[in-house]
């Protein structure tokens, strides 16, 4: 086998390279990088992939709140658990971690988080929103999405209500960037409703790229 040492070819204008025949194989020895510019692109349509990601997400994964509580929460920080139930739940690649209402992601990337909350309330309730707080230094927790479920409701009886809080978080460190989630309540009486069979309250992530 004879070597050939180049730094660059480079194809005649409008032209392809092809490396190899049909049945040879082409080796990246151990150590070795094949690096691909940002804006390339690889086609490998119709060919036999072994080793290259599938594409689409990588992680996917719900909690929950399993029991009600009443007031406010600053995080939630109790009766968490990751969805288990009923059946055809699904969990893809790794799963977040949590520990006292604090939420470490598995990986870096993108990811989208989503908070939906239900809760009951009576008269005189002024608002009820949750909240998703983020930090990059797992110190400092600022406020990245709100979502309002009531406000202003003064009327007798038992209302119901549902929010929505999303985000997209580049988590470029996971020993630093984490989240939290939080429900603010003035006036009345408000019942955050969890569930451990089914979803009521509940917190979505999905790991869209590579950050």
Known sequence: MSTLEVGKIVPATG???TLGESGDTLTVPSGGNLTVASG?????????????????????SQWRLTTNFTGAAAP???NLEEVD???????????????????TFPSTGYWLIDFHSNCTAAANVFYRNIRIFTTTNNSTYVEAANGYSAVGISAAGTWYWGADARYIFDVTDTANCK???????SG???TTVGNTDYNQTYMTFLRLADT
């Open 15 to 17: 032209t392809a390279i």
């Open 76 to 78: 939630i920080a109790s």
């Open 40 to 60: 390339a692109t690889i086609n490998i349509t119709g060919a036999t992939q072994t080793g290259f990601p599938s594409g689409g997400l990588t992680a996917a």
């Open 85 to 103: 139930a009923p059946v055809g739940f699904g969990v893809l690649g790794s799963s977040m971690t949590e520990s006292s209402g604090i939420f």
């Open 179 to 185: 989240v939290q989630f939080q429900v603010q309540v």
């Open 188 to 190: 009345g009486t408000v």
